[in-house]
T-cell receptor
Framework: DTGVSQDPRHKITKRGQNVTFRCDPI?????LYWYRQTLGQGPEFLTY????????KSRLLSDRFSAERPKGSFSTLEIQRTEQGDSAMYLC??????????????FGPGTRLLVL | AQSVTQPDIHITVSEGASLELRCNYS??????LFWYVQSPGQGLQLLLK??????LVQGIKGFEAEFKRSQSSFNLRKPSVHWSDAAEYFC?????????????FGGGTRLMVKP
């Protein structure tokens, strides 16, 4: 059990560019979550997958954001036409639905995005 | 909709002193509650969780928390703080349903430890 991993750990981009982040969950975890954390705040839920199906999206997830989990394993989060307001830490978490409602989310180290 | 309030943005304690971090939640049903810790530039590490049963839960690193339904609170405690405990602490409530579990976090409490 190697934990949740995220890549890259840091990304600096210019406004208007597209960026893509990757998350590898704990193996055999069938649920995967994305959160966004701005400076000085707690994480906020963005979206959630069960296997390859995206089941929930927050209102925070504008049309410029898209997330995929094509084979029910790793996930990608893409931001198109980045804006300075997108600067944040993007956190991924995974859990195992087999534990029923008493599931626990395990977080990765995050990807810190800075939009100039 | 659920919400979590952590009234203390910053707390400073001396090493060896006791610690209590406050957390109040608002949730319409039986809450599932969590405490996570975050070191600078890092992800979140689970300290402890409450699902049901004994209202006093033990976690890692000597932390414990007590669920008090009447006060809608889930305060985190440690009897003797170590310098390595300096970090940011987040309380979260899970809105569980069969479709998933979206965690709602409080704003966090930054703990500083004086030598």
């Amino acid at each position: 059990d190697t934990g949740v991993s995220q890549d890259p750990r840091h990304k600096i981009t210019k406004r208007g560019q597209n960026v893509t982040f990757r998350c590898d969950p704990i193996s055999e975890h069938n649920r995967l979550y994305w959160y966004r954390q701005t400076l000085g705040q707690g994480p906020e839920f963005l979206t959630y997958f069960q296997n390859e199906a995206q089941l929930e999206k927050s209102r925070l997830l504008s049309d410029r954001f898209s997330a995929e989990r094509p084979k029910g394993s790793f996930s990608t989060l893409e931001i198109q036409r980045t804006e300075q307001g997108d600067s944040a830490m993007y956190l991924c978490a995974s859990s195992n639905r087999d534990r029923g409602l008493q599931e626990t989310q395990y977080f990765g180290p995050g990807t810190r995005l800075l939009v100039l | 909709a659920q919400s979590v309030t952590q009234p203390d943005i910053h707390i400073t304690v001396s090493e060896g002193a006791s610690l209590e971090l406050r957390c109040n939640y608002s949730y319409g049903a039986t809450p599932y509650l969590f405490w996570y810790v975050q070191s600078p530039g890092q992800g979140l590490q689970l300290l402890l969780k409450y699902f049901s049963g004994d209202t006093l839960v033990q976690g890692i690193k000597g932390f414990e928390a007590e669920f008090k339904r009447s006060q809608s609170s889930f305060n985190l405690r440690k009897p003797s703080v170590h310098w390595s405990d300096a970090a940011e602490y987040f309380c979260a409530v899970g809105s569980y349903n069969n479709a998933g579990n979206m965690l709602t976090f409080g704003g966090g409490t930054r703990l500083m430890v004086k030598p």
